[in-house]
């Protein structure tokens, strides 16, 4: 069974490491192009997987073609790749922004096997946790075979397509949320003295074990805050300040503008 990803990125790059690396599939299985050949030579030497040409050997030699390339280049390039698709009728997987499957039909035909995934960027690091669906045309075969092909970069979520800008916003955007988070964190430290990269050593493992703490013991946010919090202690000062300063409204707003716009990507 051979896998070809269009496109040698970030995120193409971290599922193929996460395949090698886990065994998933022989490197030799696994066929990239791209139009930039120093992220295409980077890819291979790294991996050792085959590269190829053009799109229409990449085509022809996968059963899974996943299209890793920015959303408006996938509008561009999709039309152009109809007839070889509907040639070789690969299972089409992709991980386009704001694409919606209905949206990729119109492109390249309604009678196309589609699944439509929506990982994040700690897939860099086999932590990413993914959304996937699929149309009518996918096989249980082949949606289980992509499903556990993610599990190397993490954990796969089935979910049904409506949900997917709220995924996106959750998952997909949040890590940069939670980034920003850290290193205001850090900042607030730097200004009282703290060396900066100490502050977001410190900073960065402190959200890390909440979110460890979170997931393990099951319990709501909102008691492990109250566990945290001591009567007339520094931190149910420090949340009164988040709160009066609108830290949660903040938050709820920045994920309705992320849905937002995944509506307006999607057309």
Not at 14 to 23: D, H, L, P, R, T
Not at 99 to 126: C, F, Q, S, W
Not at 184 to 191: H, N, T
Not at 228 to 250: N, Q
């Amino acid at each position: 069974m051979n896998f070809g990803f269009l496109g040698a990125g970030n995120m193409a790059s971290a599922i193929v490491k996460g395949m090698c690396g886990s065994k998933f599939s022989p490197s030799e299985n696994i066929y990239v192009y791209d139009i930039s050949k120093t992220a295409l030579d980077s890819l291979a030497k790294t991996c050792n997987v085959k590269t190829v040409l053009n799109t229409d050997e990449l085509i022809g030699k996968c059963e899974f073609l996943f299209i890793a390339v920015k959303p408006q280049v996938c509008r561009e390039l999709l039309p152009q790749l109809k007839g070889a698709i509907n040639k070789y009728r690969p299972v089409v997987v992709s991980m386009a922004a704001g694409m919606a499957i209905e949206t990729l039909e119109k492109m390249i035909g309604k009678d196309i096997p589609i699944i439509r995934m929506m990982p994040n960027i700690n897939a860099v690091i086999n932590e990413s946790v993914t959304a996937v669906c699929k149309n009518d045309n996918v096989t249980p075969e082949a949606f289980k075979t992509v499903s556990q092909l993610l599990t190397c970069i993490g954990q796969a979520i089935p979910m049904e397509e409506k949900f997917f800008g709220i995924f996106t916003a959750m998952a997909s955007n949040s890590p940069a949320f939670t980034y920003l988070f850290i290193d205001s964190l850090a900042r607030g430290a730097q200004k009282l003295g703290m060396n900066k990269k100490l502050a977001l050593d410190i900073a960065a493992r402190a959200v890390y074990g909440s979110a460890k703490m979170l997931i393990e013991t099951n319990e709501h946010p909102h008691e492990l805050i109250d566990k945290v919090s001591s009567p007339g202690g520094s931190t149910i000062e420090g949340i009164c300040v988040l709160s009066e300063e609108g830290f949660e409204a903040s938050l709820v707003k920045a994920v309705e503008a992320c849905v937002s716009k995944d509506k307006i990507l999607n057309g």
